[in-house]
């Protein structure tokens, strides 16, 4: 007996998570950037046990995928699996006068995102830290001339030093997101390219982010 579903049945069980007004609202939170499930529990106003259920029912489907916080271990953040819902539509979108990429040191993740929005909305961006560093990572440097792109030869700015109160905010690391709290930005929980340093590792940063700025540039409309 074959126990492989169909791509028809797949399609079918995904609806019917969706079918459920929490979950959906879930998808919608998530089509945008990561969560933690104490974030979408407070999001939804639900109990944990009933945020884990709908977790669990939105992750058998291979709706979602968890990964572990690089910043407080004992943290685990949700992610939308974007070909799970291609085509279903999710409703949550918003505007911005200026968008503001936030990481730790402001030398990689912030930087290469701010560069990548300049090429793909007319949204003006920034970028800064929460820990500035002294200098942009080499390695975000090359990883950005080999995709064509030109990082600033600026220093890495404090978040306090170039935040206003109208910026659409978008933590590219979880320590950095974490150290925000409250601060209503949008997650993306984009792994570290210093921890390996390699030009495999930058590269592959470079290409999450173009994928998730991608995403959002299409949604985000001039405020």
Known sequence: MNNERSDLEVRAAR???LADPARLRIVDLLSLGDRSPRELQNALG????????HLGVLEREGMIVRTRSEGDKRRSYVRLVPEATAGLGPSAAAAARRVLFVCTGNSARSQLAAALWEHRSSIPAVSAG???AASIAAGAVSAAMRHGLQLPDVAPQHIDAVRADTDFIV???DA???ALAG???LHWSVPAPGAAGT?????????ELAERIDALAGRLAPA
């Open 15 to 17: 609806h019917a998570a």
């Open 46 to 53: 639900a109990a944990s046990n009933l945020i884990a259920h």
């Open 130 to 132: 929460t820990k500035p």
């Open 171 to 173: 933590t590219v690391c």
């Open 176 to 178: 950095a997101h974490e």
């Open 183 to 185: 601060a209503d930005a």
């Open 199 to 207: 030009d495999a590792a930058y590269d592959a940063t470079f290409d």
